[in-house]
């Protein structure tokens, strides 16, 4: 067990359940990684491109030319590119948590609150409570708050098709069973091929955003 799968088995451990980052998040925004050993012949690049698209850089050097070993350079180079996405994906995370007018984490977490008690009536009990969700999911949540607050016009099939390029964008495909480790979802679908009990998770979030934010500003 390295020092990082260590420290979040202690945070695990110590319940603490705060907003944060895990190490699965940072892998997950990390689609591809390219490694350019330097015309010296002591120094190696990685390149990281995240599900955006933007990329970052880590590089690894020694002193001695006959020190350079290629894998050691790309497991070093690696790490440095890696520390600088939790660096970036730390400053996204605190500014979807950054109260507004009306604070828009507050509003995804009564959307979240109202899918999973609505997934239990249908029999989905898989849902976590908003304080047990990964960063990932409050995330996606909060995303979605602003997507309608930019789009007050935008229906079920509009907020669908939203958290569906969300989805793909970070791997996620179709599969009959929901399935976060194979990033497999039933509902990665058109809109018009969703079960009409599927269909409603779009109306209801609508109408929580709405009904939380009308008169605040927006």
Request: net charge neutral; glycine share 6%.
């Amino acid at each position: 067990m390295n020092t990082e799968e260590q420290i979040e088995k202690e945070i695990q451990e110590k319940n603490l359940n705060a907003p944060r980052l895990t190490p699965e998040d940072i892998d997950r925004v990390i689609i591809s990684e390219t490694y350019t050993k330097l015309p010296s012949g002591k120094a190696m690049i990685c390149e990281l491109t995240l599900r955006n698209g933007f990329s970052v850089r880590g590089e690894s050097a020694c002193v001695s030319k006959k020190n350079f070993n290629e894998e050691i350079g790309m497991k070093i180079s690696r790490e440095n590119a890696r520390n600088k996405v939790w660096k970036l994906e730390g400053y996204l995370l605190q500014q979807g948590l950054m109260p507004t007018t009306l604070d828009t984490r507050q509003v995804a977490r009564v959307c979240h609150e109202v899918n999973r008690a609505y997934c239990k009536t249908i029999g989905d009990n898989s849902q976590p409570s908003w304080e047990n969700a990964p960063a990932w999911q409050k995330v996606s949540a909060i995303d979605g708050v602003h997507f309608h607050l930019s789009n007050p016009d935008a229906g079920p099939s509009a907020s669908h098709k939203n958290w569906m390029a969300d989805k793909e964008a970070d791997g996620w495909k179709y599969g009959p069973v929901k399935d976060p480790e194979k990033k497999e979802h039933p509902c990665m679908v058109p809109y018009e091929q969703l079960p009409v009990e599927q269909r409603a998770k779009d109306y209801l979030f609508i109408a929580v955003v709405k009904a939380m934010c009308y008169g605040h500003g927006y």
